[in-house]
Nanobody, 130 residues
Framework: RCSCRASGGGLVQPGGSLKLSCTAS????????VGWFRQAPGKEREGVSR????????YYADSVKGRFVISTDSAKNTVYLEMNSLKPDDTATYYC???????????????????????WGKGTQVTVSS
């Protein structure tokens, strides 16, 4: 686990928005691809989004395309996830994670449960409910 601090989770009504952030230490965004996973109770962990860099493309899970936007601030070593039009199905614990950029050039660690990723931060809870 990296020294990653995630924040921004909370309770929001359906249709609402939240912005998560995760500040990482111990590695740089030049060498690692960063992004977000989530895990809902009783479900497997799933990749939500990774931030593209160089020849590694940005990725969004189909379930969040058009609603979520990932971004980074390299100077602050921070990755963000802006979540809009939230649905109850988005309720989960959200984790930031990082994978060595060389691996991500040949595979997409966010397709699946993220077993091969290198760094994980502590999760932040997002609850979408009326």
């Amino acid at each position: 686990r990296c020294s990653c601090r995630a924040s921004g989770g909370g309770l929001v009504q359906p249709g609402g928005s939240l912005k998560l952030s995760c500040t990482a230490s111990g590695f740089t965004f030049d060498e690692y691809v960063v992004g977000w996973f989530r895990q809902a109770p009783g479900k497997e962990r799933e990749g939500v989004s990774r931030m593209g860099t160089g020849d590694v493309s940005t990725y969004y899970a189909d379930s969040v395309k058009g609603r979520f936007v990932i971004s980074t601030d390299s100077a602050k070593n921070t990755v963000y996830l802006e979540m809009n039009s939230l649905k109850p199905d988005d309720t989960a614990t959200y984790y930031c994670a990082a994978s060595w950029i060389v691996k991500e050039r040949y595979t997409n660690g966010w397709r699946g449960k993220g077993l091969g990723l290198d760094y994980w931060g502590k999760g932040t809870q997002v609850t979408v409910s009326s």
